[in-house]
């Protein structure tokens, strides 16, 4: 089974910094998913990717599939970015996700 | 608009009950989830579906029972069985049970059980 490692763990910055968070796994996949989890417990898939790089506004996802390894970066972030990214893989089996990683952004 | 609900957001139920917590979708997804959240774990499955009147048991299917007789429903019962119980639970659908398909929460239901 796959085992999906995200770190940091706990995130706090500056409200206008440059963030990164990443994710890495151990077998190979078929697509990677970045979510984002508000604090009310709600869910919004971000991207999903298969290769190379994406980006929707702020956000930019990229992944390696080679070293099985992506990065979730979030450029000029705001303090409503506050929410926990959690990471997500699929393949012959259903998702498996990380533990996530809790940014808070501080104005 | 199209969405997943689920209901209640919170529950609380004595110990030895059964409780069932609602999903219904109207987005026309064959695919549908049920997920559990505890604090510093990752979500874990506990059922999928991919059509109706068929499901398969996830990682931690134990002491929980679920049906799929309309597309658009698919309640989770936390059974007297289910050893620890108090969780956040998640349902999601997707468009197919493909691993490359998005897919789509709910808002989540926070059973506490007393």
């Known amino acids: 089974k796959n085992e999906v490692e995200q770190s940091p763990q706990n995130l706090t910055a500056q409200e206008g910094e440059f963030i990164t968070i990443n994710c890495s796994y151990s077998v190979g996949i078929s697509a990677l998913h970045w979510l984002q989890q508000h604090p009310g417990g709600g869910i919004v898939s971000l991207f999903m990717l298969s290769s190379g790089k994406k980006k929707h506004g702020r956000l930019i996802a990229t992944i390696n599939i080679q070293e099985k390894h992506s990065s979730l970066h979030i450029t000029a972030s705001h303090p409503r970015d506050s929410a926990v990214y959690i990471c997500a893989v699929s393949g012959n089996t259903p998702l498996v996700f990380g533990k996530g990683t809790r940014l808070s952004v501080i104005a | 608009d199209g969405g997943i609900t689920q209901s209640p957001k919170y529950l609380f139920r004595k110990e030895g009950q059964n409780v069932t917590l609602s999903c219904e979708q109207n987005l026309n997804h064959d695919a549908m989830y049920w997920y559990r959240q505890d604090p510093g774990q990752g979500l874990r499955l506990i059922y999928y579906s991919q059509i109706v009147n068929d499901f398969q048991k996830g990682d931690i299917a134990e002491g929980y029972s679920v049906s799929r007789e309309k597309k658009e429903s698919f309640p989770l019962t936390v059974t007297s069985a289910q050893k620890n119980p108090t969780a956040f639970y998640l349902c999601?659908?997707?468009?197919?049970?493909?691993?490359?398909?998005?897919?789509?929460f709910g808002p989540g239901t926070r059973l506490t059980v007393l």
């Open positions: 999601a659908s997707s468009l197919r049970d493909r691993e490359a398909d998005t897919q789509y």
